[in-house]
């Protein structure tokens, strides 16, 4: 049997002394891409933080590709994208992906290969400010493919585009997914879910007040709505809040 791409058991968050994650698990296959979907506030980047191991928690397990969650054998094995582009405005498209592989010490040839895969050929001497929104998260994914990563999470990586950028975006990951890199891509665009057609999908919420383990079917200000033709799986955020005072 293969090993899962990532292994999410007990998790619990705490942040600003808030309970953000409260026993969350999961199991992620490697050679998907696996869509996480949820409202602003719900712990989508807090869960990706955990999984790629920058985020404290306070209790549970987080395991990637085998290895605890932040081990250092993992930092090429794994690409991250947050939700704003991280890189240089004043340098170009290749000029950032040399930098970036002089970082990570990889092949000076995965700066074409990457250039390929989000093509981004005819800007590739262009200066980053000067891009599109849409380009400059192409140029944030070529960053993270460096490593010819087995696994990418990518942090809200088409909110706010245009509808054909993110389409173009989509068709990149799908295409990545077929060549057998596990993607977790996570969103708060309902429509977005449009784009899993066929792959897994992970859902989490805010719990209301006085919720004790609502699913997203059970939250009024999140619609409950399940894509026909996807697998769906949700994740249970247990945590429990005592409700207001009348």
Partial sequence: MTEPAITVEGLRVRRGGDLVLSG???????????????????????LMRSIVGVQIVEGGSVVVLGEPAGTPVLRRRVGYVTQAPSVYDDLTVRENLRYFVDVLGASLSAVG???RTVELGAHKDRVVRTLSGGERSRVSLATALLGRPELLVLDEPTVGLDPVLRRDLWAT?????????????????????ERWAGSSQLRLQKSCAHAQANTISGTPSWPSWRPSRERTRDV???????APAA
Avoid: C
């Fill in 24 to 46: 969350i698990d999961l199991t992620i296959a490697r050679g998907r891409l696996t869509g996480l979907l949820g409202p602003s506030g719900s712990g989508k980047t807090t």
């Fill in 113 to 115: 290969d990457a250039i």
């Fill in 173 to 193: 990951f799908h295409r990545l997914a077929d060549d057998g890199v596990a993607l977790l891509v996570s969103s708060h665009v309902m429509d977005e879910a």
């Fill in 236 to 242: 249970r955020d247990r945590r429990s809040r005592p």
